[in-house]
Nanobody, 118 residues
C-alpha cells in the first residue's frame, strides 16, 4: 500500500504561481509512474500531467502545457507540480496518483485545493 499526501495548495491571483508537492510512503518510489489530476466543482476529474519512473519523460494536458511543470525527486519520494501563469479555470482540487504498470492509477492522495481569483 502506498500513501500519497499532497500539499502546497492555496488561494492565488490570476497570473500567479504555486508549487504542489506529493510525498509518497514507499521504499520503491522509483518504480512508480506519478501523475497529477484535478477536479473542478461540478466537473469530472481530468488529467493534468504525468512523469515516468526515472523522471525523464513527461506529458501534459493541452490546457496546462507551457504553464505547468511536473518533476520528481526520487531521493525525497516526492513529486512536484509547478504551476505558473495560473488562470481562474485552473481552480480545482488537485490529486496526485501513482501506478506500477498498466493504464490504471493504483493509488491516490486526498487532494489539495487550488483557487485562482480573477
Amino acid at each position: 500500500q502506498v500513501q500519497l499526501v499532497e500539499s502546497g495548495g492555496g488561494l492565488v491571483q490570476a497570473g500567479g504561481s504555486l508549487r504542489l508537492s506529493c510525498a509518497a510512503s514507499t521504499r520503491t518510489f522509483t518504480n512508480y509512474a506519478m501523475a497529477w489530476f484535478r477536479q473542478a466543482p461540478g466537473k469530472e476529474r481530468e488529467y493534468v500531467a504525468t512523469i515516468r519512473t526515472i523522471g525523464v519523460s513527461t506529458s501534459y494536458a493541452d490546457s496546462v502545457k507551457g504553464r505547468f511543470t511536473i518533476s520528481r525527486d526520487n531521493a525525497k519520494n516526492t513529486v512536484y507540480l509547478q504551476m505558473n501563469n495560473l488562470k481562474p479555470d485552473d481552480t480545482a482540487v488537485y490529486y496526485c496518483a501513482a501506478r506500477l504498470s498498466g493504464r490504471n492509477w493504483d493509488y491516490w492522495g486526498q487532494g489539495t485545493q487550488v483557487t485562482v481569483s480573477s
